[in-house]
């Protein structure tokens, strides 16, 4: 950070410095950066606005630069006495398109890159001749237009086209489609002053456009123009260069001055003519003089910088970068587009996900906003908010069935199932396993199903509380506060009545107190109470109260906010509930006034705020300002964000979310750790140290960074408090961690073991699998033998022996044999061909069950095989292609075996839901008595149990079927 010149500081900054070698280094690049500045008086910025050279190869670096803009792709276009140029972020290029209209050393007025068409401004004052060249990048044409007046103020409007104004009134739109349009006359509207001529001309957020002449500003309405006064000196005033809207006002830069108009009347609420405000811009207290900062020098032009709130200057002595020195980038334009986007929006709930993604369920549906954008989720009342997991957050609705789940990653969502179709879900809080809720008479219990819907059930019935409004768990017991009054459940799940006694009174909050609860109540204030319902304390509007209406409370250390039927009220508790006086606050954090929703607060830890919703819309309160507003006799050091870099060339990543952490991580490599303190704005300096390394103390502007360089791996304590404050209750006290390289640790280590120990393991079971892979085949195919070959061998073996007895030659008998025969043989083959590897294809088990169903069938059954779903399947596993055979071998046989002339369909089905096997036969009408039973059936059964499928036997008399079902292949 730099100081004024002339400001003495007794501060040592806290330094960790690296090797001697690297602090030469350092010292020498310092030095030489200091030798080679061309404008030292930059250094000296006060506290509210930074100015920084942009470094510019030479000789750039010295040029007069007359206009220049960014555009979207990240390059910096500019003018200078001797052409066009591009700069890349290292290297500036000539722009030279070759043609006679433009030659490269062309001086024009102005230059503007819209999409893939760059425009030149060029002008003839003495001719009053103007003209715009319009150059397409893509094709290389030049399209020339001439002009009734100087174009002024290039911009991109809302609906996404380029748009200027020419200085005799006209305005000018252009887009890719349609090319450049005359759309406005604004010289033929009322009031139009002639021979004036525009000097400039801006759109404030709303679309109002405001014109200036050398004169006066003007406010353009429909066919009129309404005029302010004239700027007084008109001598003293110079060319209008800029202009800005905020909210309320209308600031006009001369080349020598500054003029504030009242945006609604045009009144000047300002003028200041010297050189105190020779440049200004705009920043969140209004405009930010910069001529202390820069002296004797020219600003020719400026543009800002998309998503930041610097601007980029053009000047005599080269280019400047210039922006509030204390405003994150972007910080204020977004939330004045959120609160902008709500207002008038009746808000009923509020979170932000770990995404950053804000969600603010509206009367008007729910919203979502993803820091660029705004999209409706859903026309639902989203009254109010539970995450339930990581990426899922649980929200009841207002009106609705209960509740739907939402999904932060996509932002979709779908409704839980309720059969008991709950209404008006008031409140969703945790409990035990799952989640309790409130609603009209009931409080629910939600539990969690397999598949990410929640059960809901009824935990507690009693109509005697009426709508549930707030749900807490106090020292173990639940209170409830509803529109009856304020309930406390008993262990036997009991409901009893605590406040008010003998009547009803609507209660929408709960707050603890150390003695007590403070109550929101409905109509008669904030009423504190002791745990029997004897009221202690009342607070009423007398009383600073903005409404007696108090839908909602919020505790902020030791400040209490409510939100009311007349706006939001603060009050600090350690000074015994005193109303602290809050300023207005600006556009961009909404209104104090409006009228709070009850369930619209909600703790945004990510961006240090407390966001409430109302009727209007959004209000942001900053934890920080609230905390310096409070009385407190000992005041708190607040960490405002943490700056790590891996080198110092290059610009370190900023983390403004680090006042939430309560341990800090240095990661692997950050060499450079760059702290920011806040506090209250009486409070100007710091005192800091890091205990393991010291126990002096450092003193520090608060304003400044403290900067840490090269701090060793390990543990260390922060402690920063302000001078005055000696409780070390008071301090802020984080722990920083600094990590080491991942290969240094013992974590490390142990993976490496866990990991060798696991290949280990991995390959012993894959051994342990095969071998008992091979003794399960060697167990099934003794099974297959034994029951397909042993009964077959055997009725051999007894008929043989009965022809040997007989002593003679039976032909029935040596038939017997040699059918037998063959059936053992045709189970071998089966077997056989069931455990060859090289059969592990569909076409081959299509084929084998084909084959057989054809030999058993042929000439005894009409015969209809259809195959599906298929295409794809390439091998199957031994196991399945085995079973399935055996089984549908078995199903053949039993056909072939107990029918006579039947027609047999047999269906191989894989689909999406499952691969289905049917085989279906007829039966003949005589013979009823002609079922499949015994056990062939029961080996089926068994079979498709080894291959995890299942197997259906259905017999209507007339059809007789057998479906197995299992996972499509």
């Known amino acids: 950070m730099h100081e004024p010149p002339g400001s003495k500081s007794t501060d040592t900054p806290l330094l960790f410095f690296l090797p001697y070698h690297f602090c030469r280094q350092l010292i020498s690049i310092s030095i030489l950066a200091m030798a080679i500045c061309v404008i030292p008086l930059l250094s000296a910025a006060q506290n509210s606005i930074t100015v920084n050279p942009v470094n510019l190869p030479k000789p750039f670096d010295h ?26 972020g290292s290297d500036v290029q000539p722009v030279d398109i070759h043609s006679p209209l433009l030659p490269q050393n062309t001086v024009p007025d102005g230059i503007y890159r819209y999409h893939n068409f760059l425009f030149v401004s060029l002008g003839d004052v003495p001719t009053n001749r103007y003209q715009i060249l319009c150059y397409n990048i893509g094709n290389k044409h030049l399209s020339q237009y001439n002009m009734p007046g100087r174009p002024i103020n290039y911009m991109i409007g809302k609906g996404g086209a380029l748009q200027f104004m020419t200085s005799d009134g006209s305005r000018w739109m252009f887009t890719d489609e349609r090319g450049l349009k005359q759309t406005d006359k604004y010289f033929t509207c009322k009031g139009w002053v002639k021979g004036d001529g525009m000097e400039y001309y801006t759109i404030d957020a709303k679309g109002n456009t405001y014109l200036f002449s050398h004169k006066k500003a003007g406010l353009v309405k429909k066919d009129s123009i309404i005029w302010s006064l004239p700027a007084a000196p008109l001598q003293a005033l110079a060319f209008v260069k800029q202009a800005w809207c905020d909210s309320k006002y209308v600031f006009a830069n001369c080349g020598n001055g500054l003029v504030v108009y009242d945006k609604n009347s045009l009144q ?156 008006s879900t008031t409140k969703i809080i945790p409990y035990t396993n799952g989640f309790l809720t409130g609603s009209s008479g009931y409080i629910y219990y939600l539990t969690a199903l397999p598949n990410g819907d929640y059960k809901i059930t009824p935990w507690l019935t009693d109509a005697k509380i009426g709508i549930v409004k707030d749900l807490k768990f106090i020292n173990g017991d639940l209170w409830v506060a509803s529109v009856l009054g304020l309930f406390k459940v008993d262990k036997s799940g009991n409901a009893n009545k605590v406040y008010p006694a003998g009547r009803a009174l609507g209660c929408y909050a709960i707050l603890k107190d150390n003695d007590g609860f403070w109550i929101g109540t409905n109509g008669e204030g904030l009423i504190k109470i002791d745990k029997a319902g004897k009221v202690i304390k009342q607070i009423h509007f007398g009383d600073g109260l903005a409404g007696e209406y108090v839908y909602s409370l919020f505790q902020l250390d030791k400040l209490v906010i409510a939100g009311t039927s007349g706006g939001i009220s603060i009050f600090d508790r350690s000074s015994g509930m005193q109303p602290l006086a809050i300023p207005d606050l600006p556009a961009f954090d909404g209104s104090l006034y409006q009228e709070i929703n009850h369930s619209a607060v909600f703790d945004d830890t990510a961006e240090n705020k407390i966001i409430l919703g109302g009727t209007q819309g959004l209000t942001f309160l900053d934890k920080d300002y609230l905390r310096s507003a409070a009385g407190k006799p000992n005041d708190r050091v607040n960490l405002s964000y943490i700056k790590k870099g891996y080198k110092t060339s290059q610009q370190p990543a900023t983390d403004i979310f680090v006042s939430n952490q309560g341990v800090i991580k240095i990661l692997p490599g950050n060499t450079f750790i760059g702290l920011k303190f806040s506090g209250p704005f009486y409070q100007k300096y710091i005192l800091f140290r890091i205990k ?198 078995e199903a053949i046989n039993n056909i072939a075996k107990h029918n006579t002339n039947p027609e047999v369909f047999i269906m191989l089905n894989n689909q999406l839901k499952g691969m289905t096997i049917s085989i279906k036969n007829t039966i003949a009408e005589k013979k009823p008595a002609s079922t499949h039973t015994g056990q062939g059936l029961r080996n089926m059964q068994m079979r498709a149990k080894r291959m995890k499928a299942t197997l259906d036997i259905l017999n209507d008399g007339s059809l007789f079927t057998i479906t197995i079902k299992m996972k499509r292949w």
């Not at 005894?860 to 549908?888: H, W």
């Open 268 to 423: 000047i609420v300002y003028e200041r003519f010297d050189e105190t405000y020779s440049l200004s811009l705009p920043g969140k207290d209004g405009q930010l003089p910069v001529f202390k900062v820069i002296k004797d020098l020219r600003i020719q032009d400026m543009c800002k910088e998309p998503g930041t709130n610097r601007t980029l200057a053009g000047t005599d002595k080269g280019l400047l970068e210039i922006g509030p020195s204390d405003d994150m980038p972007g910080e204020t334009d977004k939330q004045q587009l959120v609160v902008d986007f709500f207002k008038n929006k009746s808000v009923r709930s509020i979170y932000r996900s770990s995404n950053k993604k804000l969600y603010v369920g509206t009367y008007q549906g729910h919203f979502v906003y993803d820091g660029n954008t705004f999209k409706r989720i859903n026309g639902n009342i989203a009254y109010t908010v539970q995450p339930v997991a990581p990426n899922n957050l649980l929200v009841g609705m207002e009106g609705g069935t209960g509740f739907y789940l939402l999904d932060t990653r996509t932002d979709e969502w779908h409704l839980n199932p309720n059969t008991l179709r709950t209404t």
């Open 63 to 88: 040029a007069e630069i007359r206009h220049l803009m960014l555009d979207n792709e990240g390059f910096l276009w500019f003018i200078t006495n001797q052409g066009i140029w591009r700069f890349d």
């Open 692 to 889: 393991e390394l010291g126990t002096a103390w450092q003193k520090r502007k608060l304003s400044e960074e403290v900067s840490l360089f090269a701090i060793p791996p390990g543990k260390y304590t922060l402690q920063v408090r302000f001078p005055s404050v000696t409780d070390q209750r008071y301090w802020l006290i984080k722990t920083i961690t600094v990590v080491p390289h991942f290969y240094q640790t013992w974590f490390f280590d142990m993976i490496v073991g866990l990991v060798i120990g696991l290949i280990i393991y991995m390959a012993w079971l894959a051994r342990a699998r095969q071998i008992r892979n091979q003794h399960l085949l060697r167990t099934t195919i003794a099974s297959d033998l034994h029951d397909e070959i042993g009964s077959a061998l055997t009725r051999i073996s007894l008929t043989s022996e009965l022809m040997n007895i007989k002593q003679q030659l039976d032909t029935k008998v040596v038939e017997r044999i040699s059918k037998d025969s063959k059936e053992a043989i045709a189970s071998i083959s089966d077997i056989i061909w069931s455990i060859d590897a090289r059969n592990d294809t569909r076409e081959d088990l299509v084929a084998r069950m084909r084959e057989h169903a054809h030999n058993m069938l042929d000439g005894m059954a009409s015969l209809n095989f259809e195959v599906s779903g298929l295409d794809r399947v390439t091998d199957l596993p031994q196991l399945v292609r085995q079973n399935i055979y055996l089984v549908f071998k």
